[in-house]
Each structure stands twice: as C-alpha cells, then as structure tokens.
C-alpha cells in the first residue's frame, strides 16, 4: 500500500505514524496508520478512554497530531476541511434556534445568512427525510433524545459533505430507535457515496454498518485488529438473522477482548 | 406519608411527594397567600403602634401612612412638584442604567474575552465592588454638580460591576461541545461570538441585571440622599428632615413600587430572551 | 422631687458615686461646633456639678428630636424649627437654653464676585447647605427683607465643606446660606467670602437645649446642673483656646490636625455663642419666639394656633445655669 | 489558528484552542497582570491630575493620596483613635453578619421549605429587597439610636434579602434523584434536611453571601454616613466635609481592602464547604 | 397461580390489576398482574416511556398505583418498604461524602450515625469485592461512571435486602465494562438468594440476567409476552456462545417489536 505521497491517490484520507500525547502528559494515541477508501464506510471501537475521539478530532483538522501526519483526498490536512461534517455523542442543538434554523446552521456559517435562507427547501426535505418535518418551528428542549439526534443528522448532511465523521452518534438512543436510525444512515451515506468514519461502543453497530471495523487497544491507543465485513448490501432486517453477522460480531468481540485485556482499564 | 394517590394537583409538586399534604392554601388562587400576609403584616404593625405607646414620629401607624400614600398618589396624578420630582429620579435611574449596560456590557466583553482581563483587571474590579461606593457619593458631586448628572454617574457606578463580572463570566462560560461544533463548522471569531457566546451570555447578563436595576435605584437615592437639591430621595430626606415619617414611609413605598417596576421589566426580558433557557 | 424621679426611671438615675446620669445628643458630629460641650466633658465640669454626662453626635436635629421621643437620649440640641414642627405633632419638648444667641447662620458670596449685598441676588442662585428647612427660612428671611420674593431667585441643596466649594467653582451658586462653621471651613479652604447677613436676622437665634417636658418637670436640678457646666465650658474655651483642641482630640481629631483650621472655627463661632446682649447665659426672649413661629406660619410648616409660644420653651431653669 | 501543536500550556485553555496565542502573558506569573493594571491605572490618573489643571479640591492626585494611606496606616498601627474606630466599623459589620445570616437562613429555610413560605412571602421580599434600603436609614436611627445597634441592624438588613432569597431557592432546589433515592431510602424528614437539602443550598447559599458582605459593609458605612456620630464611615464623612479630598481617599481605600477581605473570607470558606461542587 | 390472596404465598411480589394513571393525565400502565416468586430474577423491557420506571416505583412503594393492589411476601404493600433497595439508572452518589460514606447511608439512615460507623468493615468488604477498595476515601468525583455504579450497588447491598429492584443499572456503562457488571450482579443475587427486579432497554442483558423476562408494550404500558429463560445457571461468558441465548435474545427482540409497532412511539 506503498504509494509516493505526492500523487493523488483514490484514499479519502491517509494516516501515516499518527501519535499524540495531550498537553497533559496523556499518551492517547500510538503509531496509528490507516487509508480510507473514497465511499467506505469505517468502524472504530475500543475501550473508553483509547483514543477514538482523538482519532476523530485530529480526522477533522480540530487537533494536530504530535507526530505524523494526515492526507485528506492526497493534500496535507490542515485545520478543518471543506469536505467534512463531523457528527458528536450529543446531538448539541443550539436551544436558542428552532430545529429549522440548527439544520440551518452549517449554511449560514459558510454562506451567509442570506444564502442560508435560499436553502430552506433542501433543508425540509432532509427533515422529512429523517421523519421529523412537523417540528420544523418547534425548539430543542421540545424534542426527544432520538428526535435531536435526528435533526443533528439533517445538520451535518445539509451541505452535502463528502465525509462524514460520526462519534458515538446514537450512544444516547434505546436499542430499538438506534437500530433504526443505522438503517437510515446507512442509507443515507450509500446514497450520496460519501465516506463515513464511525466511532461506537456497540459491537452490533459496529459490524453492521461498516466494511471495516478497526479494534482498538486500551491507552495508549493502537490499532489491534482491523477485521473487513464481507456482509452484503443493502443491509437491513434480514442482516440481523444472517449466522455471518453473529459470527463476525464474535469476532469484533474476540479481538477487543484481547486488546481490553492488555489495555489498563478498571 | 408517603404513599399518597396521585390527583391533578400533585404534578406541581412532583419533585417532592413526600411534602405533598395539600389542602386549603394549594386550592387557593396565587394571589391570595401574598394578601394574607401582608395583611397580618400590617395588622400587627396597627397593633404594635396602638398599643405599644410608640411616638407616631417615630414608628408612624400603616393607617397614617397609608393617608399619606393617598395624599401622594394624589399630588403625582395633578402632576405638580412632586411628579416632577419622581419623573428626576426616573431618569437617573434609566440614564444610569442604560449607561451601566452599555459601558458594563462592553468592559465586559473585553474581560472575558482577553487573558489579559480576566487575569489583570477582573481582580481591579472585585476590589472596587467590595468598596463600600456609597463613599464615593460627595467626590461624584464634587465632580459632576448638583444636577442629575452626578446623581445617574453615581447610579451607574453603583451598578456596573455586576454587570461587567456578570457579563465577563458569560462571554467566557461557553459550552466546550459547542464551541467544538462551531469549530468544525469552521466558524469564524465573529459567528462565534455572535451566535454562540452572546446566546449562552444571555442568562448570566440577566442574573447581574437583576441585581444591577436594584443597585441602580439604590445609588440614584443615595446619591439625592447626600447631594441633595433634587429628586424623589431628596424628598425622602427632606420629609425625614421635617419629622414626618409617615410621609417617609409613603415617598419609600413609591420608591419601592419603581424598584419592584424595573426589577419585574427586567425579569420580563429575561423571560422573553432566554425562553430557551429550560434546566435540563 | 423623690417621687417622680422614681416614676420617670428612666431618666437621670442616681449611679455609683453619686452622679446622675445623663444623656445628651448633639445635632451635629462636628467637635469644634459644639466645643463648650466636649471642653466641659473633658475638664470634668459635668462631674463638678453632680452629673455623668454620655455625649452622642447625630446628623440633624429630625435624627435627635426622634431619639428624643425613641427615650434614647434625654436632652438634644435641635433648632427651633424642628422643635415646633415636633410640638405641632403633638409630642411635648421645650427649648430650655438658647446655646447660639449670636444666630447660626451666614449668608455668604465669593469676594471675587464683587457682590456685596443681598439685593444684588435678584436671578440668582443660593445654596443652602442642609435642606432641614433652617437654612432655607434663614436665606427667606433675608431676602424678604430686602423686598424680594421667593420667585425672584432659587434655591438649590448643595451639602457642606468640599460640595459648596465645588459648587462656587463650578458656577452652580452665587452665594451659600450655611452654619458659620460651615462658612469657615470653605474660607480656610482658600475661597475668601464676604458675608453679606446683614441684620434682618437678628431675631433667628440658632439651636438650643431641649428636653421633654416630663423631664423638666421631674429633675430640673440636673438640667439646670447641665446647662451650668456647659456655660462654663464655654468660657473657660474662651479663656483658652487650647482647651478645645484637647477636648476634641480625644472625640475628633481629623478637625485639630491643623491648628489654623481650629483658629478659624473659633473664631467665627465664639462670637454667636457669647452673650452681648447683657442677658444671662440660656435666657430666651418671648418676642423672638413669637417672630419664628410666625415665620413657620408664614412658610405653611405649621397652621396658625396649633403650636403655643409659651409650650416652646422655659426660662425657669436659667437661674440655675448661671448659679 | 485553528490547528496548534498542543504544548504543555495549553491544557490550561483548554476550552479555547483556537484562542491560543500564548505569548509574554502566558509565561508572566499571575499577579503580574494585576500591577500592570494597577500601575497603568495610577499613572493615567497622576498624568491627569498634574496636566489637566484639576483642582485638588476635587480630584487629589493619587501621590497625596499615598501619602494620606501612609499617614492613616501610621495611625492605625499606633492603635489610637482612628484603630477604635475601624474596630466599631469592623464590629458593625461583623454583627450585622452574623445577625443577617442567622436570621436571613433561618427565615429562608421558612420560606424555601413552605408552600405558604414560598407563594406568599417570599413576593413580599422581592418588594422589600427592591426598596432602595438606605432610605430606611433615618428610620432605624430613629429606632435604634446612634450606638452600634442602628448601624448593625442596618447592616444587617442591607444584607439579608440575597441571603433569604439564596437560601430559600437552595433549600427547595434538591435533585430529584437523591430526593427519590433519600425516599427510597426511608429517610425521614429530618435525614433529608441534613443530609441532602443543606448540602445542596450551601453552593446557592454562598452566592448569596458574597453578594452580602459587600451590602453589608456598604449598609454599615451608609448607616455611619447618614446617622452619623462613630465608625471609619464617619471619618470618611468628617474629612469629606474638611474638604481634605486625599484623606477622604485613603480612608475610602483601607473601607475596600476590609470589603475585599470579608470577601475572600467567604469565598475561601465557600471552596472549602462546597469542595465537591466541581461543575459536571 | 390463584392462591387465595389472605394466605401467605411463596411469592416475593404479587401484582393484581394494576393500572396507574399520572396527574397530568398520563395513562402510564395498564392491567399489570404478575408474580414474582422468591430467589427469582425479573426483567421488564419495552420501549422508551412505556412505564417501566412507574412500575418499579410502585413495587418499592414510592408511588401508589391508581387502581389494583401489590402484596410484598403477603402483606399489602404500603410505603417503602425494609426488605427493599433500589438503585437507579444513575449512580447517585452524593458528591459530599467520600465514598465509603456513600456506602454506608442506608445503614446510617436506618440506624443512625454510630452504629454505621460500626458497620464499616462491611461495607469495606463490599467495595473489596466489586474492585474499588482503595478509593474508599476518595469523592464521587474522582470515580468513573463504572466505579460510581459500583459504589451504588455496594450501598445497594450493604442493608442486606432481600429484594433488589434495578432501574437500568448499568445503562450509562460502556458494553464491556456492562457485561462485567452484569456478570458480578448476577453473583451477588444468586450468592445471597435475593429477589430481582430489573429493567433494562439491552435484550441481551436482560437475557443473560433472568430467570423470566417481561416484554411491554408501548404506552400505556401493559405485559405483552412473559418469556422463561432456560439458560442453565451459572451463566458466564460460555453463555454468550450458547445458540440457546441467541434464540431467546431473536424470541425478545421479536416480543418487543410487535409492542413497539403497537406503541405510538416516535
Ligand atoms: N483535551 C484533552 N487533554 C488532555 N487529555 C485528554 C484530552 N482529551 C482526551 N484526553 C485523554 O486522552 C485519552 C483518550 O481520550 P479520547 O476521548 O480520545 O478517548 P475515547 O476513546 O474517545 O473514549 P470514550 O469511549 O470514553 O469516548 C483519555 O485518557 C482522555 O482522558
Ligand atoms: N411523575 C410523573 N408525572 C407525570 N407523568 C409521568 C411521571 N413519570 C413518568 N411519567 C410519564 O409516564 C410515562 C411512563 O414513564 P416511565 O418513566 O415509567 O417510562 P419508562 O418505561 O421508564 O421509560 P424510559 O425507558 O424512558 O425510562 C411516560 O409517558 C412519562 O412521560
Ligand atoms: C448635620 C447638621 N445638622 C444641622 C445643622 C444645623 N446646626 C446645628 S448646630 C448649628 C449651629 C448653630 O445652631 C447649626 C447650623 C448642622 N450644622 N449640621
Ligand atoms: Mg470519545
Ligand atoms: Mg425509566
């Protein structure tokens, strides 16, 4: 997978030799290097406190790591890009704003308020998209754990990113209505052939949304086991039932355990 | 007890069951638990004046004063001296207010925004705020004159600090998740500011407004109290000076009424601005 | 005697040693103002005559009246405005020495302004230094008396000490209306005055000696054994100035760090506490009264009738005072 | 700059990355700023004075006023009259404290923990709290006479709105959850007053008291101010009618640093009452 | 079942008609009658809102139900009462007290200050047994969420009670450390013989945990499938390769499914 790293090559993004130690003597990360397929869909799972969050931070320019360095789409990365949304834990709706103006949000910052506006149309549709359209006008604090997650999705796909960097997106869900909401997202970054890392903590989640799932090991962080999911697509109901998925789902588990175990985590 | 069935009334005190013995005040209108006890305030201050044998110069009797809060009602209404009088202490105290937000808000910001303020002049601020500034009443008129500069000058200085530590605290007390959001939006400093540090400053700049328009009323008083010549306070003292407390008592209950007037548009602000701030 | 000292306990108990106790409280926290006070607390002139005297200084002769009638204190030093203004409510409490016979007030302008009479006023603006209704009366009274009514100038509050000197030289007043100590302390401040009285005044005695009349009634022994050691106070002060600068040293020494202030202080009060007109020490004369009642009626402070002349005040213990 | 290489000052700012510009500020200790301040302060007003033809009678310049804190300290130490005096001042504010808080969380504890308490007094207090207090000054030397007690007293009710007000709020804003799991618990009623709702109000408590010490100080000087006769207040009053500007300016200092030591008092006593209180 | 209700039973808990209504109109539960035998473990499971938590709060007796009537070991059940702990989905630790005086809150409220101070050696051994003895003196805050939920189950335990009611225990727990979670909960309730209540929103915890797992519907909530778990005891790790466990977990998902469909959940 050599390739001179002044040609354009096909990856979204290219890791090389990425450590990072915070400003507090906390070694997060070690010796993690990876390429992302354009339109791949990636999983990275590991013990609380490995490093995944670092890893996606420093994916989306908001963190230089301390050695090594990042190439998104064959450039060197250098503060957030153009091409990314990035997706966190908590759906983080301003309160202030109506559902409709959050999804607004990312236009208005790039564009102007005025351009924004123009774009109200495209934003409804994702809205009735994710089957939230009626609570357009409706506040934050008016909606469920689920529905915000929901209008957070709306907000990171309305400006038609080419990847989508997504941490923990449905932690805060039930199973069942995160379970749907995989399904949906599936979908959506199948339809538009955008590039899509996932961090979650969910093994199931993990290998039924991904083409590769990356395991973890505990802190410092490294990449243990990268494990590709040959499940066909389209995905779905049918999936859950398929002996391959638990068989990989116990694989996931074998090789977190093994990193689990060797990690310092109480 | 503990267990008690649930009925309509209880969802209003659903935070604590265990206190939930609801009888005839929970079925009375809001209203009417403030008019009992101010009745029985005043009733036992009738009575303590009545019977205690207190001179009327010097703790006058609610029924006196009350004559009094008549005969001053009265007078504001023809819209004579008086009038006059409350319309000068109005507007030192929405001159002093105004300047106080305004040069507050900004100071403020500045504060909060640099390291600089917040490590080299936010410490200069709590040393004057922990000044007794009622002193600084004779250098204000000294400065300023007898006329209604001093007196707002005065007003205002009495209640810029809460604003500014208020204001400071807000512009600085911002949600890391979110800034993180704005950040990979790639937001510049403007947007962050305006649409993010002003919307989270809103709810600390209330809490120092709130106890901003009450320093602010009291400084305009003190002020006239010890500069004179002009205003609703300087009346308060020259009512005092005749011995005539139950006009004392009906000019103060004016006073209050503007106060709990400024205080309540301000909640009422408050209200309608950070409607959004629900505690979760 | 015995008896009602023992009704009215409260006052003038009898205390180890045989000193009755007694309190008093001064309309103004000024020392120097009321030297003869504090001359006689320090040389122990109050002991001399049978008395332990507790001093209190308050601000204004509303604040002494009230703890007069709060039995706070026993005797007070109010004006004589507030006094019928305090009988027309209804409460008892009499005059029972005259302390500043000379008057209290001046009515002074910059020497710089060149005016030189209360005529020249006409326009004008006149600060007075408490709005306690004194001052105001006292600057009434002058300038009706050279033909000008209330509307031909203003008036305007202005406090005392640095407000008035910031006053004159911000332009915000023509001329001051205050207590003469107050006049002396703007003059030591470096703005020479002309005082232009003039001698409409001369029946405005200043603040006096009050007490209620129960207590008049029941222990004139002690007043009049008050007023006695006051009077001497006064003039061993008189007799030498460095007297009162020991005895306010001990109540407030930031008014004798410079002794050329104190200086001026005397100076200009020692002349209105003085008896010159031959009559003894604390003696009041009916017709002055009567011509400050009638200004009070005149001002609509009180109504015609409601305030007797012959309530305001007794000459009864004077004898006493000059015993 | 959004992306920095992160060093070890930065966890500091943590929150700000892309305010990061860390420069001779950052490296400073931390009551460099504070001087810096300081000094530019001084020399602007010095500058003022001496080239802006400013009488002294209206604004001293800040070295007369340096010689007056000399002169004050000097006689503070040697412990005569002007030491007495502080030490009324200092009494004042201490009872009027103690009194304010004592009575003020205990009316609060009333109020928080009552339905009546809360739907009919509390009202009554956001009045009275919004009365401009020192109009009542005349009044509570009236009342109390010019000892100690009239300035304590209105000390003490300059101050105790904030504290009723934040101990009633602290009292009734328990978490639902430890309620429930208090309830759950069998807790009585007393066990969860001790146990649960005082630690939970002491956080609300202190905001209250830092907000009152500083009324406090200010109601004791107003209260000297206006009743006159003893305290440092006094003395600030006597040199202001003096006309002695840098002395009034000295004494008003030494009134901030006793301010800004009460107020350091409470809030080193709040770090160590509500040390668990971190923000979550 | 039908025993007569004045006879006392072998049951722990038994349920007869039970409907609840809130005060604001909220028709949370709906003819719930179920028993509870002795030694037993329960979950409830079923979509957000649908009133598992109401439930549960009227078997620890901090609600009364608006209709139908609970019996605790045969006696009509009427405040809090001994017998009972419960624990909630958060930890609750009480930031002010370190944390073996956390531990020891229900023995001080029950018995006052001095005999639980008596009482500590035993709540030591507790904290010995879940792996956080040497934090005993240390706040809530300096503990993880994984440790927090361990001090709330040794406080949990420390009164010895014979019943243990669990709201969603271990839901703010990371998968891994949750299954350890588990497995140690399971222990301690077999060990000790006590009765256990649980509901949770993961099919596979609530699987592996019980003896009978209770499927509601959405709201207002009643039981819709009540499925026996025949898993043999004890359960570890191997229980998770068991195809029987697989199966139960697909017989769950599909009971919950058709009551979510019916709910009106959004
Ligand atoms: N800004 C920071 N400064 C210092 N240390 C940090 C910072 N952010 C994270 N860490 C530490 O770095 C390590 C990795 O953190 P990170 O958030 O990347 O983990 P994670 O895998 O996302 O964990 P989780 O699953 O709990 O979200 C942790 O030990 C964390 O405490
Ligand atoms: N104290 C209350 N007053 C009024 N309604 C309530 C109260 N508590 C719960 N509810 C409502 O009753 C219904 C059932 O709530 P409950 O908390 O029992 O659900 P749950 O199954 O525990 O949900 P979750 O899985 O989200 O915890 C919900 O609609 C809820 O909004
Ligand atoms: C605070 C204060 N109150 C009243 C007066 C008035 N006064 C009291 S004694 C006196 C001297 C002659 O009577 C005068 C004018 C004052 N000076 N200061
Ligand atoms: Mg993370
Ligand atoms: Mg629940």
Known sequence: MTTASTVVNDAAYSVTDVRHTYGTGTHALQDVSIELPRGSVTSLIGPSGCGKSTLLNILSGLLRPSEGHVEIFGRELDGPPVEVSHMFQKATLLPWRTVLENVLLPLELRDGKKAARKQKSKARELLKMVGIADFEAGYPHQLSGGMAQRAAICRMLVTEPQILLLDEPFGALDELTRERMDTELLRIVRDTGATAVLVTHSIPESVFLSDVVYAMSARPGRITRAIEVDLPHPRGEHTLADPRYLELINTVRQALDEGYRRGAHT | MVLTRSQPTQARTRRRPTEGRRGLLARMPSWAPVLISIAVFLAAWQLLVTFGGISQLVLPSPLSVAEQVVIVTQQLFVGGFLAGQLWITVQEILLGFVLAVVVGVIVGIVVGLTSFGRRGIMPLFVLLDATPKIAFAPVFIAWFGFGIASKFLMAAFMSIFPIIVSTAQGVAAVEPDELKLFQSMKASRWDIFWKLRVHRALPYLFTGLKIAVVACLTGAVAAEFIGGGIGFGEQVRVAAARIALDRVFALIFFLSLLGLALFMSVAWLEKRLTFWNVRS | AEEAEQQDGAEGSAAAGGLTELSVAAVSTSCL???????????????????????????????????????????????????????????????????????????????????????????????????????????????????????????????????????????????????????????????????????????????????????????????????????????????????????????????????????????????????????????????????????????????????????????????????
Chains 1, 5 share one sequence.
């Open chain 3, 33 to 323: 103002q009321f030297f003869p006070l504090y001359v006689a607390q320090e040389q122990g002139l109050f002991e001399e005559n049978g008395l332990d005297v507790q001093v209190e200084r308050m601000n204004g002769s509303a604040a002494v009246l009230q703890a007069m009638l709060a039995g706070q204190t026993d005797l007070g030093t109010p004006g004589p405005v507030p006094t019928i203004l305090t009988q027309a409510q209804g409460e008892d409490i009499r005059y029972i020495a005259n302390l500043w016979p000379g008057g209290a007030f001046a009515l002074v302008t910059p020497e710089e302004s060149g005016v030189a009479d209360a005529s020249e006023l006409t326009g004008k603006t006149i600060g007075v230094a408490t709005a306690d209704g004194s001052e105001v009366s006292f600057a009434h009274t002058i300038m009706a008396a050279e033909g000008l009514e209330e509307s031909d100038y203003e008036i305007l509050t202005v406090g005392e000490g640095g407000q008035a000197v910031a006053a004159f030289q911000r332009g915000d007043i023509d001329a001051y209306a205050a207590s003469i100590d107050g006049v002396a302390i703007i003059e030591h401040a470096g703005i020479p005055l002309s005082n232009i009285t003039g001698d409409a005044t001369g029946y405005l005695f200043g603040n006096g000696l009050a007490a209620p009349a129960e207590l008049i009634e029941s222990d004139p022994e002690s007043l009049e054994a008050f007023g006695n050691a006051y009077r001497q106070g006064l003039e061993m002060a008189i007799d030498d100035r460095q007297l009162v600068t020991d005895a306010c040293a001990a109540v407030q020494p930031q008014e004798v760090e410079d002794p050329t202030y104190v200086e001026a202080h005397l100076d200009a009060l020692i002349p209105s506490l003085e008896r010159t007109d031959g009559e003894p020490w604390g003696s009041m004369s009916q017709e002055h009264w009567e011509m400050i009642l009638q200004d009070a009626v005149d001002m609509g402070e009180v109504e015609e009738g409601e305030v007797e002349v012959d309530n305001l005040y007794t000459n009864d213990l004077v004898d006493g005072f000059n015993s």
